[in-house]
Every structure is written in structure tokens, then in C-alpha cells.
């Protein structure tokens, strides 16, 4: 039995999610992810503004006249949501959770898949694999994957990329593209990342919250990562603190974005209480046209 207000949350994300993939990214993301090639359909008779190319010599010389071959885009995909439900995913200071963006935008993707007449697949993960769901297609099925990104209480609260990576190449033989969703709060994942994205259509997705850039001027506080315990005592009210923090934080980024660019995965970045149906959009239009 699904508890009253869960079931209201997922109603409410389904209702969101679905209009906004109808108003709005309708026909993007088909034009961004393609499918995995041509496929040979029939032979049929030379008709005037053929090109040319496709004509079947063979065949031709066989039948005394022209005949082309027609192919047909093999559309199909088979999208995967590899999602970080570590405890760092539990931070938030802009009127949601990470957790909460991370479950909105599954569900934008997943209703995206399944309008496409795409398969989807989700993969929980922290330190292990926590869940797998096999990829299917329906709205049924989309509702059982919201259901678990909100409600799955995970057994561990570390995080671990490449260990989820790796599950998903043992259980996806063929190509699929994969959406890594995550607050990248890890290290040693960049050979996993780099062989996923070889076998993969591989899809970064940085979640994120602003206080995580920058500290606000609020005195002294007790910062604890939720993935360790370990807490630090802090002054807020030192210019000089903020600014250390703000610039680690920086250069981390600088180096995650960098490290990324250079090994051609794409990355998406996210941050709670901001509008990422539009930074949805304007990453699938990017694709779209750098695909074309």
C-alpha cells in the first residue's frame, strides 16, 4: 500500500512532468537522441527525385530498369537513469531537495522515453547498486520508477560512480543511452565514465544546490557531510572563510567541466529551486544541432 502522501506527490510530479514534456519538449528529444541507424526495409522501383546513390545495381540489371533500396530510421532506444541516492542527495536550501529535483526530472525523461515509444530503465546506486528496474515501456511503468527515486530508502549513504557504471555495462549488452544522475560528490570514477561512454551514449547530469557554491553570511555553523558524519565548525561571518570555500568550490568545477569537455560527455548542469525545464530544453536543442 502506497502511503496517501507519497501517492499525492507522485500524481502531482506525474500531472507536471507529463504536460510539461507535451507543452514543451515535444519533438526535442526525439531530434537529440537518435536511433541506432538506418535499417534495410524493401526494394522498389526507381521513382524521379531518388537519389541515385540508393539505387541497387544488382537488382537492377536483374529487373532491366532501376530499382533503390529503402531504408527506414531503426528509432527505438533504450534509455537508462543511473541515479545517485547517496545521502549528500538529502541537501537542500531552495525550496527542494536534490532528491526531489532528481525525481521531477526521471520523470520528465522517462515521459519523454515512453512518447518516443523508448524503453526505460533505472538504476539506483550509493556505495552499491541498490536497485535495478529492467526497461520497459507504459505509464505504469514510469509511475513505479517515480515512485522509487522519491520513495527508495537506500541501505548505505556513500557514493560510488564507477561501481554503478560497471553494473550498467554488465547488464546493458547493447547501446542505450544513459542519463548519470548525481552530485559527482566522488573520485576515481573517470575510467568507468570514459569505458560507459564508449559502449554508451553517456548523458552527465550535474545536481546541485547554490549553497553548495557559496556560503552565506549567517555566523557560526556546524557543517556535517551527510555521507561521512564528519562535521566542521565554521565562521560564516569571515570574509575570508567564504571566499576559501567559494573558491574551492570553483576549482572544483572548473576541473569536473574541463575533465569532461575533454573526454566528449555531454553535461548537464542542475541546481534546486531553479527552472530546469529550460535548461532541459536549451541542452536538447544543443544537441540537436551539433547532431545535425
Partial sequence: MIPTELLKTIRRIELRTSRTVNDVLAGQY????KGRGMEFEE???YQVGD?????DWNVSARAGEPHVKVF??????????VV???ASQSFGTNTQEKRELVAELGATLAFSAIGNNDKVGLICFTDKVELFLPPRKGPRHVLRLIRELLALEPESRGTDIACALEYLNRIQKRKCTAFLISDFMDEGYETAMRIAHRRHDLVAVDIGDRWEDTLPKIGLVELQDNETGETI???????TARAAYAELALSQEVALDTWM???GIDRLVLRTGEPY???LSRFFKRREARLA
Fill in 30 to 33: 526525439h531530434s537529440a537522441f
Fill in 43 to 45: 526494394v522498389r522501383q
Fill in 51 to 55: 537519389d541515385v546513390r540508393t539505387i
Fill in 72 to 81: 527506414r530510421e531503426e528509432r527505438e532506444l533504450t534509455v537508462m537513469l
Fill in 84 to 86: 545517485d541516492m547517496s
Fill in 233 to 239: 565548525l565554521l565562521d560564516t561571518n569571515s570574509r
Fill in 261 to 263: 569537455r575533454r573526454a
Fill in 277 to 279: 525545464v529550460e535548461m
